[in-house]
């Protein structure tokens, strides 16, 4: 079973980001920059956006992370993204999930104009990718995508399972998939008969966000395996949706949790960022 690595593409990818960012800079006077919204202190969230201002770091970008505590009022939060919408200087906001309880998700996505909704998960990027007009891409998907092609494995004219369904994932990965000639078989909590479905698959995502759900019985053989799933263990350990012991001999290939999709994700947020800073306005 081969081991999808992100790095040997990363590595590439930033390079060539880097020298962009560079480039850009020349021109227009100042880096690419990222604001981070963060609001309470989730230590998981802590960790993914200290990842995000390293990785932007190193891509020539500046950043910044704004944190509120976790008592933050609605209207406090969503004054300084608005605020960042009309800082010419800001060129990607990204407001860290999950919220604490006093925010609807659903509410805050539509305060970033969604002309520096980075993340890709205002409407109107949601209308434009699925329409096939994408302004961003989404960024777990987009890395997906990015990772598959790098390893030659194409999903033109094949079937593809996706398990899950979220706004995040599941939904724009299907997108990606059809755009891509691709017959999508998408799997949810409410799917009766989910292995006998996922087994007519060529390529599998699993993003259920159910740790070790996926076992050979859901696969055929030879079938490309994607694990968008993390999940830390008691020990600390990363593993994904995955059980990746069970999966041996059938799967002909795995992405790895960690580092698969996780670290693609946070390069299509940066390759955003730029396209962003990139535009003639
Ligand atoms: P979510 O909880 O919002 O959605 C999970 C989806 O899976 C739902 O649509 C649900 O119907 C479906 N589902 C749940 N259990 C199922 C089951 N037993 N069988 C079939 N479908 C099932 O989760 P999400 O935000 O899409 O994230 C999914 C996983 O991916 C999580 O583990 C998350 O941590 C991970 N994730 C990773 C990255 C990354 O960068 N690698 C990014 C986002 C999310």
Redesign the pocket.
């Known amino acids: 079973m081969k081991k999808l690595f992100a790095k040997p593409l990363l590595e590439l990818k930033r390079a060539e980001l880097l020298q962009k960012s560079t480039q850009l800079k020349a021109k227009k006077g100042r880096a690419p920059h990222l604001a981070v919204v963060l609001v309470g202190e989730d230590p998981a969230s802590q960790v993914y956006v200290s990842k995000k201002g390293e990785a932007a770091e190193a891509v020539g970008f500046t950043h910044e992370t704004i944190l509120f505590p976790v008592d933050a009022s609605i209207e406090t939060v969503k004054n300084k993204v608005q605020a960042l919408n009309r800082d010419p200087k800001v060129d990607g906001i990204l407001i860290q999930r999950p919220l604490p309880k006093q925010f609807h998700e659903r509410d805050a996505v539509l305060w970033v104009s969604p002309e520096k909704d980075v993340d890709c998960l205002h409407p109107e990027n949601i209308g434009l990718l699925v329409s096939g007009h994408a302004r961003f891409a989404p960024c777990?998907p987009g890395g997906i995508m990015q990772l598959l092609a790098h390893y030659g494995i194409s999903v033109e004219k094949k079937t593809v399972c996706v398990?899950?369904?979220?706004a995040?994932?599941?939904k724009p990965l299907a997108s990606l998939l059809l755009a891509q000639n691709a017959s999508v078989i998408q799997?949810?909590?409410s799917?009766p008969n989910?292995q006998e479905l996922c087994r007519l698959a060529d390529v599998v995502f699993a993003?259920?966000?159910?740790r070790a759900?996926v076992t050979r019985e859901w696969l055929k053989e030879g079938a490309v395996l994607v694990d968008?799933?993390?999940?830390r263990g008691a020990d600390g350990k990363l593993s994904g949706?995955v059980d990746v012991a069970s999966v041996e001999g059938i799967a002909s290939a795995i992405t790895p949790v960690p580092g698969g999709?996780?670290p693609m994700?946070i390069q299509v947020l940066l390759e955003n960022t730029f396209a962003s800073a990139a535009k003639e306005s």
């Open positions: 777990t398990i899950g369904r979220s995040i994932v599941g799997i949810h909590r799917t989910p993003a259920a966000g159910q759900l968008v799933g993390i999940h949706d999709v996780g994700t």
